[in-house]
């Protein structure tokens, strides 16, 4: 079958136009993406379905569209189909392949592949198909495919231009690694760039200095631009929900205090203080809400501790909760809880925590023209 025919001779943009739907369909980008990345890059089916959120059918179906279009081929290892539990047939690129990931810049996303493939974790089936072995590429595929040392000379020009902007700062060697990994891994200005965080997961690159210093540098200097992410500038986060409670704030803060207060409610509460029980210094407390009790005879309960952390008596707390900025009485009640030792915070309430996007960094159009 195939969905995305090879372009009829009908000019080089409408030529272009094909071929750019046939590599951006969802499937079959996955698809080159795992077998760029693949050790060998010759993934078995069940080796691309277990990198891939997609059904074997469905990537069978795009295996066919690529092979129809001669962008890949089935390599069969006739040695292996006698083998128990060893795949014989893999999917690799063929030569026209090859040239046309080259022309639409797919090999220069090579070491981020590699690098996205290296830092899965395999199930052992997968485990045993990437070391089975197979068939050797063709020598045009296997070069085109290597990721050498000596690939990106045009880099030369852009060298120069950090080591003249930055020449007088310690991390200009680091700043000239990582931007030559940002340009052999094509995060060019049309990319949607990297978070801070994953330069060193998605480069193989060795820096002496703090990623943020070289970051900013490069930034400074005009080679990379910092993005940041479309859409809130904070997000608030319930852990109760493990979602993003943006615009429901307020009421996601009181849902969680509900349950705080149920918690405290539902504590096996005894009348008599502890002997060491802070409290007994204080003013005496109600005896139908005691601040110490637990089964077992021993220890201080929620109440106390958030009586001690607002500096207000134990019958008071509830009061207090449901008082003031939700927000603020609920992440400063739980923190105490958690820092306790004595207690354990339920399951049904949390904080809301606020969290920035990460800033994404890529190469500017002034880095690529020096290139």
Not at 13 to 26: K, M, V
Request: proline fraction near 6%.
């Amino acid at each position: 079958m195939s969905d995305a025919p090879a372009a009829k001779n009908d000019g080089p943009f409408e030529e272009q136009r094909q071929i750019y739907g046939l590599l951006s369909q969802e499937t079959r980008h996955l698809i080159l993406q795992f077998i760029l990345g693949h050790p060998e890059h010759l993934p078995s089916l069940d080796e691309l379905a277990h990198m891939m959120p997609k059904n074997k059918a469905a990537i069978r179906d795009q295996l066919e569209v690529l092979s129809d279009n001669d962008i890949i081929v089935c390599y069969r290892y006739p040695p292996n189909e006698d083998a128990r539990d060893l795949p014989s047939q893999f999917y690799g690129l063929t030569e026209r392949g090859v040239e046309i990931l080259y022309e639409y810049n797919y090999l220069r996303g090579l070491p981020v592949a590699r690098a996205l493939y290296e830092n899965t974790r395999l199930s052992e089936k997968a485990q045993r198909h990437r070391d089975a072995p197979r068939p050797q590429l063709p020598a045009q595929v296997i070069d085109a495919l290597t990721i050498g040392e000596d690939n990106d000379t045009n880099f030369d020009r852009l060298e120069r231009y950090i080591r003249e902007q930055k020449g007088n700062t310690r991390s200009v060697d680091d700043q000239v690694t990582v931007a030559k990994a940002f340009y052999n891994a094509g995060i060019d200005p049309e990319e949607e760039g990297i978070k801070q965080a994953e330069l060193l997961d998605s480069f193989d690159v060795d820096i002496e200095y703090q990623r943020r210093t070289v970051l900013n540098h490069l930034v400074d200097a005009g080679v990379l631009a910092r993005t940041a992410p479309s859409g809130p500038d904070v997000f608030a986060i319930s852990e109760r929900l493990d979602e993003i409670v943006n615009g429901q704030v307020t009421e996601e803060a009181k849902a969680n205090l509900d349950a705080l207060i149920a918690h405290i409610d539902d504590e096996l509460q005894v009348t008599a203080l502890a002997e060491d029980a802070a409290e007994r210094d204080g003013p005496p407390a109600r005896t139908s809400e005691p601040s110490v009790a637990v089964a077992d005879g021993a220890g201080r309960t929620i109440r106390s501790i958030l009586a001690a952390e607002f500096g207000i008596k134990p019958e008071q707390v509830v009061d207090f909760l449901q008082s003031g900025d939700p927000v603020d009485r609920l992440n400063t009640a739980v923190e105490a809880i958690e820092s306790s030792e004595e207690v354990t915070k339920s399951e049904n309430y949390g904080q809301i925590v606020f969290v920035r996007p990460a800033y994404r960094y890529r190469l500017t159009d002034q880095a690529m023209k020096l290139v």
